[in-house]
């Protein structure tokens, strides 16, 4: 049974990320009570996303994996005034996650109609790093399985995970989300979206190849490259045992590397 995990600032009923637009307790019980899941809207790595009333939507783990920890971050994100979709509900076993929903497509469903907004998106994208590393860390986070650092990292945050809502960007899926280097989270960026050179890659599929140049390109310019381009290695290492990457992807993040060391050396 889902219980209501305490909003401070319940999800807005018009799916608007506006942090000043809170609902009154009424309308908190008038969504606490949706029990039964609507259709599926997108099936995950290893959750599934359901409709689930007016603005809001269902995410419920495949595995038996609690999504607490996520919706601890999301719910401490949104009072820092980061932008994330507002946590309703979480289950007492972790498993079922209600939040609001964001309407707009993801940042790579735009560009794949937008491609000349490529370098605007990926300042946006760069804003969006940076904001989230400035971000006071709560004392909650496990550290990074990855690279040493005292911020909040998000460990996936590339165009996929980023929805073009209507009020701004939104950064949905928080699984990864740990204390560490905020150059790991950068150079992962780098990877995932230049490691699209492989059909099936679904950042690929939304962004062609010269697009993915110019898009990284601009969203780098905004970071210091050495740092960036240091941690590639160990970045790709920890990827590279990810279930979800083929072998294929993980012998073009490797050559990445390669690229990265080349472009620190001229650089
Ligand atoms: N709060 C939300 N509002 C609207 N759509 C969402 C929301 N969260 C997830 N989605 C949809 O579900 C998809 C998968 O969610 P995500 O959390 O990125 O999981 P995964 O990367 O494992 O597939 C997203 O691309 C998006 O289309
Ligand atoms: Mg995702």
């Not at 491609?115 to 909650?140: K, N, S, T, Y």
């Not at 140049?213 to 310019?221: E, H, S, Y």
């Not at 294929?248 to 590397?257: G, T």
């Amino acid at each position: 049974m889902l219980q209501e995990f305490p909003p401070k600032r319940p999800p807005n009923p018009q799916g608007t990320d506006n942090p000043g637009n809170a609902r009154g307790a009424h309308e908190v019980l008038a969504f606490a009570s949706v029990k039964a899941p609507g259709a599926l809207l997108a099936a995950g790595r290893d959750a599934d996303i359901f409709e689930y009333g007016p603005g809001l939507v269902l995410r419920r783990s495949r595995n038996g994996r609690s999504l607490a920890h996520e919706a601890q971050i999301m719910e401490y994100l949104a009072e820092q005034g980061y932008p994330v979709p507002r946590i309703a509900e979480v289950s007492d076993d972790g498993c079922d996650l209600v939040m609001e929903r964001i309407e707009g497509p993801s940042m790579g469903d735009y560009l794949a109609k937008a491609p000349w907004a490529m370098r605007r998106q990926a300042g946006v994208l760069a804003a969006l790093h940076r904001q989230l590393h400035e971000v006071a860390i709560p004392g909650f986070l496990r550290p990074a399985p990855v690279g040493r650092g005292t911020n909040i990292v998000h460990l996936d945050l590339h165009p996929l995970n980023v929805i073009v809502g209507r009020n701004g960007p939104v950064v949905i899926d928080w699984t990864n989300v740990a204390r560490g280097d905020p150059a790991v989270d950068v150079a992962l960026v780098w990877v995932l979206v230049l490691a699209g050179e492989i059909p099936k890659n679904p950042i690929a599929a939304t962004m062609t190849s010269l697009g993915r140049r110019l898009f990284v390109n601009g969203f780098i310019a905004d970071f210091d490259q050495r740092e960036v381009f240091d941690c590639l290695a160990d970045v790709v290492a920890w990827k590279a045992q990810d279930s979800h990457m083929s072998p294929r992807e993980v012998r073009a993040m490797w050559r990445l590397v390669e690229r990265g060391r080349q472009l620190r050396h001229d650089g």
